[in-house]
Nanobody, 119 residues
Framework: QVQLQASGGGLVQAGGSLRLSCAAS????????MGWFRRAPGKEREFVACSWSDGKTSYTDSVKGRFTVSRDNAKNTVYLQMNSLKAEDTAVYYC?????????????WGQGTLVTVSS
């Protein structure tokens, strides 16, 4: 059974930092594109960043220069380093594993971790 366990969320002041982790079990992430999404209160889930299986990364414009996605295939874990956090980054963050290069067809979702940024 494949599971993605997201952790690292919490309450932080604006301008602060958090690092989210997503540990996979039941599969190896090396062959997956690993993504981070978020759902803010009252809004739809949105793409945040991803680590493609070929090593490349992508970010939504609002987090470029502030967030960094990385992976450690040996630890079967993907990370999201979030710096210079803003109140609008407040959301539940989810990790996802995709094998088809299409985030509309995610294979596995993590359970989410709440990030709250106080202004």
């Amino acid at each position: 059974q494949v599971q993605l366990q997201a952790s690292g969320g919490g309450l932080v002041q604006a301008g602060g930092s958090l690092r989210l982790s997503c540990a996979a079990s039941g599969t190896t992430i090396s062959s997956y594109n690993m993504g981070w999404f978020r759902r803010a209160p009252g809004k739809e889930r949105e793409f945040v960043a991803c680590s493609w299986s070929d090593g490349k990364t992508s970010y939504t414009d609002s987090v470029k220069g502030r967030f960094t996605v990385s992976r450690d295939n040996a630890k079967n874990t993907v990370y999201l380093q979030m710096n210079s956090l803003k109140a609008e980054d407040t959301a539940v963050y989810y990790c996802a594993a995709d094998s088809q290069g299409d985030w509309r067809l995610v294979d596995y979702w993590g359970q989410g971790t709440l990030v709250t940024v106080s202004s």
